[in-house]
């Protein structure tokens, strides 16, 4: 017979062996205590199982709770940082307290800054008269 690993495997053996040492239990008289202490083990073992499956689904249902919590104060978030800005103006340091990056402007590009460069289309090659 192989080996139980699993938890729920286990009770299941000792099941078993408890109620083999019950029907046998004239020729077994000597292990009574023992096996009685095993039926108080399994019993306890049980109880401890079913409150663990309990709180797993607790668990996963205050995780789903949790998860509408934060997807609605994201969206909180979001409206109040965006009436901050609109308040105090998008360029106001006052909104690094709020954790709003200002807009500080855009970084020049390489090269000449004051410069754009504007490329012109090459003009259309003329007709080679020696053809």
Known sequence: MAKETTYAG???DWQ??????????PQLAHLEG????????LAQA???SQEQVANTATKQ?????LRKLMVEGDRLATL???????HFGVRAE??????VQPFRGRAPRKGDPG?????????????DPAR
Do not use: M
């Open 10 to 12: 286990k009770l299941g």
């Open 16 to 25: 078993r062996l408890l109620d083999s040492l019950t029907v046998n239990a």
């Open 34 to 41: 023992t096996r009685s202490v095993l039926a108080t083990q």
């Open 46 to 48: 049980l109880k401890v």
């Open 61 to 65: 249902e205050l995780s789903q709770q």
């Open 80 to 86: 109040l940082r965006s009436a901050v800005k609109q």
């Open 94 to 99: 006052k909104l690094t307290e709020f954790g």
């Open 115 to 127: 410069q754009v460069e504007i490329q012109k289309p090459a003009p259309p090659a003329a007709a």
